[in-house]
């Protein structure tokens, strides 16, 4: 290896380090630290209607599942008496936190009964909208909460409509059954009409031209069409390019299994959908409504394509309405349309979202103190900090003059994680945490390990005959590989645990992989150049073993 | 960890005794006490032989924590299982202090109990919360810490939580387990073999059940930094077993054509990461040593204790494990294999062979060693117990191929 190379490898490597250390030390930057350690924001909710315990608990776990898909970390949420508390550590965007918990409105399923052009005939396709809009966050005044759910009674028959056809190819905006082609010999549905739903009103022109609307955002939905009594509401769609007539709500986001949306691709069009399955009770419900717009009964008038509409609607916006192509739906149902990925991922993520049960309001916010508090950061830094000095004493006694490498290796080591740390914490929402705290002390065994490993190679090399200059390489490139397996397990995991877990194990698993990460990154970039370059100077003369740990217990000369 | 070393002499001594009554393997001396050996790497352990120690030690510790999960269980904290929770005005100074003492009057432990002083615009106020209890103890407490607080019975708020640690979270950390050990399985079986991904993933099942059967043994409250804990002995205790296993694949490899028994292989390997396994044990146990002694007992921050003890455990049995159950496992699932069966029926090496070829690094298969025999045999019948470097050379040289003499270094 070339010595400029390596002491190019290893000036650069630490210059960018102590680079980015110093950056932080004069900015005052340091990681932000959890709801244990720091304490945080608690906003307290309450249901707008009575819930019962299971309900609850379902939205306990629901708004848990947003936060975190907001990329709030580690919220603490828990159902207290009536209340729902979520305890937010140190978010670094509180507004952002407020966001992802305002919109937590229930899902609702309502028929199409009209719909109007809001804007000059653009490429507006059902189902569709423009790209990068995102769920907005304001609760629209409009949205009326009418959970009720006509009490249709839907024949027993979906299952035996399913024949085996496979599935359809995807037309834009469309509701398919998928793995089934309906066929129409289910029976008719004696589907009611019942609580007075104003099937006239829908069908007669009262929707004015609304030509005022704004072009994009959420229009207030306060527009010029008559509110009525009979649970029909009007909506606009996502980027306010059309204005709908809607029936009563069918159904909530319940009819859909929790958080069983998924985006796929269609493999015959290529184009992105969204796929869900439908759970027991939901199915029936959804499976009536369905059969109305595909027969376009008056509840559900057939729109200009012969289909009637289904619309997905979350806080008085149309989410998606797409017209429905099929009878029934047996278990799922997938929305296809000219979706992008992004807009796909949020009709996804509105159907997951709309399982709330209930609709939940926020109370009030209130400060929460820590719950293990700097005096426990501070004692595990010390007690951490005693242990390593103490294990680096054993290192100094044991290796002599290599543990200088360990020193040092380990000191480069822990700057890089307090860089990494400080920036991840600021920059997404994953608090250093007791969890984290956790994942770094164990961490440093690991890495000391790394140093062990390598060295008794080196110790073994030596032992056989080697010099210092010669058996350094040898014994970098087998304990490299050992390494690398041993490291790439324990990433593995971390990996796993990140992607596959839910609050403190997110936290703990992302700062454990960010240590391995650091250790082989040392590893390779400082501790491989410094022994080189070391194995090669007088200081580590070969000729007197005894100077790095070999002999020491043999006593005499040799 | 006790390990006894073997009598040398049952087998052929190929050790050689200088005239100075130091022992030398290949001009390389040998220590005289047992610390210099094992500092020296020169041990001859014989692990395989004292496989049944091993696991016969974990199926007992095994049978102790199934026992005690099933007759105790854990103590869960109140993030598991929801509890009562007060809210206490702080108006008149009531602290969290007085919480703890209200809730030790009681008898309630303060130790699964979380203190948060809070405040909004309706003012400031202590919440606490115990995890557990009947109902019952919310409304008798209620008028204790009104009274300590001084304020009427209404203003203290009593309510039941739930837990924040839900199934859902439990099923969906279980779900994640079950695909990391998938992964791992398949990465170990790709990078080594199967065998040692099912010996690897056993020992690791067993730190982890050893660790909660702690947990459980001691009654200590179980938090979700305790799960935590857990979790990271699961990578700890396959990254030591991979380092071990990662010295017997190479020694394998080096000595695939030889074929000497499997036991030798894996005598040979652990004796030689004996040394790296005590040292890793010492640098990752110390941290967390420290921390439970001067962080949580010294210092009497109770949290850190939570997942140190899960830690210490964990680590202890991980690096155990590594040696005393993933070894002895790897030797009943290998020795019967074909590529090392011809061996099968020769016993092992053990004492003074063993540490030659723990030393020179060279194994011998059942050829060589029966040369090295009648060399040393050799030997012996010329100058018994009494020789000179000459049957050293002989003796190595029938087993070994002597180190590459040294290069002349280019300056």
């Known amino acids: 290896m070339n010595k400029r190379a390596l002491w190019a490898t290893m000036v650069i490597f630490v210059a960018l380090i102590t680079g980015l250390f110093i950056f932080d030390v004069a900015n005052e930057r340091s990681p932000v630290l959890g709801l244990d350690l720091k304490g945080g924001l608690s906003v307290i909710y309450a249901t707008t209607e009575e819930a019962d315990a299971d309900d609850l608990i379902a939205i306990r776990d629901l708004m848990r599942d947003q936060l975190e898909s907001f990329g709030i970390a580690e919220p603490d949420v828990r159902v207290e008496g009536e209340n729902i508390i979520v305890d937010l550590p140190g978010v670094t965007d509180q507004a952002e936190a407020f966001e992802a ?28 909208s423009l790209p990068g809009s995102s769920v907005p966050a304001t609760t629209s005044p409009g949205a009326s909460v009418d959970t009720s759910v006509p009490g249709t009674t839907v024949p027993e028959s979906e299952e035996t409509a399913a024949s085996a056809a496979g599935r359809s190819p995807v ?68 980027d306010g390019t059309e204005l709908c007539v809607l029936g ?28 869900a399955d439908l759970r027991g009770e939901g199915q029936l419900a959804w499976n009536s409504i369905a059969q109305q717009c595909f027969n376009g009964l008056p509840t559900c008038p057939a729109a200009p394509g012969g289909r009637g509409r289904l619309a997905i609607v979350l806080d008085g916006i149309v989410q998606s309405a797409p017209t429905v192509n099929a009878q029934s739906f047996p278990g799922a149902v997938t929305i296809s349309g000219d979706f992008t990925e992004t807009e796909a991922r949020d009709l996804a993520q509105t159907i997951n979202r709309g ?178 370059l070391l194995a090669d100077t007088k200081w580590f003369d070969s000729s007197n073993p005894k100077s790095f740990g070999i002999g020491t217990a043999l006593g005499g000369t040799q | ?31 005289r006490t047992k610390t210099g050996r094992l500092l020296e790497g020169q041990t001859a352990v014989d692990f395989v032989g004292g496989r049944r120690f091993g696991l016969i030690a974990s199926g007992l510790l095994i049978l102790i924590t199934v ?42 432990s303060t130790e699964g109990a979380r203190i948060q002083e809070r405040s909004s615009d309706a003012g400031e106020f202590i919440k606490v919360q115990v995890g557990d209890q009947p109902e019952e103890v919310g409304t008798q407490l209620r008028q204790a810490f009104a009274d300590s607080a001084g304020v009427d019975l209404e203003s203290v708020d009593v309510n039941l939580v739930s837990s924040t640690w839900g199934s859902e979270v439990t099923s969906k950390a279980v779900r994640a387990l079950l695909i990391f050990l998938a992964l791992v399985a398949i990465y170990i079986s790709l990078r080594f073999e199967w065998r040692m991904a099912i010996a690897s993933i056993i020992a690791m ?10 947990y459980s043994l001691f009654q200590f409250i179980v938090t979700p930094s305790t799960v935590i804990a857990f979790l990271t002995i699961l990578g700890y205790s396959l990254y030591d077993t991979i380092v071990v296993f990662d010295r017997i694949k190479e020694n394998e490899a080096r000595f695939g054509t030889t074929k000497p028994p499997y036991a030798d ?145 280019r300056r």
Request: proline share 7%.
């Open chain 1, 355 to 532: 399982a709330f049960p209930v609709q939940v309001e926020q109370q009030r916010v209130e400060t929460v103190s820590p719950t293990a508090g700097e005096s426990a950061l501070n004692a595990a830094l010390i007690a951490g900090l005693i242990g390593v000095a103490l294990t680096l004493l054993y290192m100094i006694v044991y290796y002599r003059r290599l543990s200088l490498v360990i020193i040092a290796g380990l000191a480069v080591w822990g700057v890089l994680i307090y860089v990494l740390a400080t920036y991840i914490s600021r920059e997404t929402n994953y608090a250093f945490t007791i969890a984290g705290a956790t994942g770094i002390i164990v961490s440093i065994g690991v890495t000391v390990d790394t140093y062990i490993v390598f060295f008794e190679r080196l110790k073994d090399e030596v032992r056989v005959g080697r010099t210092l200059r010669n058996a350094a390489p040898r014994a970098f490139n087998a304990t490299w590989k050992t390494i690398f397996a041993a490291n790439f397990v324990a990433l593995l995991s971390s990996v796993v645990l990140f992607f596959l877990s839910v609050g403190s194990v997110r936290g703990f698993a992302l700062y454990l992989g960010v240590t391995t990460i650091c250790d082989v990154v040392v590893f390779w970039f400082f501790t491989r150049p410094l022994v080189f």
């Open chain 1, 171 to 238: 037309a834009r905006g469309r509701f398919l059954a998928p793995s089934a082609a309906p066929v129409t010999t289910v029976p008719e549905t004696t589907t009611p009409v019942d609580t007075g739903t104003g099937t006239d009103t829908g069908d007669a022109g009262e929707t004015p031209p609304t030509t005022g609307a704004p072009e994009f955002g959420p229009p207030a939905p306060t527009t010029t069409l008559p509110p009525d009594t009979t649970g029909q509401i009007t909506a606009p769609n996502q």
């Open chain 1, 101 to 128: 918990l305002q919109v937590s409105g229930i899902v609702e399923l309502r028929p199409v009964l009209q719909c109007q052009q809001t804007l000059p005939p653009t490429e507006t396709v059902p189902g569709s």
């Open chain 2, 205 to 214: 099942v067993h730190d982890v059940l050893i660790s909660v059967g702690i």
């Open chain 2, 265 to 409: 292989v894996l005598n040979v390997s652990m004796n030689q990461v004996l040394m790296r396994s005590l040292n890793t044990t010492i640098s990752s146990i110390v941290p967390v040593v420290s921390l439970l002694f001067v962080g949580s007992f010294l210092m009497g921050e109770d949290t850190l204790a939570e997942f140190a003890i899960a830690l210490l455990v964990g680590m202890a049995t991980g690096t155990y494990s590594s040696i005393f159950v993933a070894v002895p496992l790897l030797y009943l699932f290998k020795n019967s294999d074909a590529n090392w069966a011809g061996s099968r029926n020769s016993p092992h090496v053990i004492g003074e062979p063993l540490r030659e070829m723990v030393v020179s690094g060279n194994m011998s298969g059942r050829r060589a060693r029966g040369r090295a025999a009648v060399a040393s045999q050799q030997a012996d019948a010329v100058v018994p117990s009494l020789t000179g470097a000459n049957t050293t050379e002989q003796a190595k040289v029938a087993l070994s191929h002597p180190p590459r003499p040294r290069k002349k270094t």
């Open chain 2, 67 to 108: 026992g005690s999960l099933f007759i105790q269980g854990l103590n869960l904290g109140i993030d598991f299982t929801g509890g009562v929770s007060w809210d206490v005005p702080s108006e008149n100074g009531f602290g969290p202090a007085d919480a703890d003492e209200v809730l030790a009057q009681a008898g309630l």
């Open chain 1, 248 to 275: 009563p709500a069918a159904g909530t986001g319940e009819a859909f299994e929790r958080k069983s949306a998924a985006v796929e691709i269609d493999l015959q069009t290529g184009g992105w959908i969204v796929s």
């Open chain 2, 1 to 31: 960890m006790s390990v006894t070393e073997p009598r040398s002499g049952e087998s052929t001594p190929i050790t050689v005794t200088g005239a100075d009554g130091r022992s030398s393997i290949g001009g390389m001396p040998i220590a």
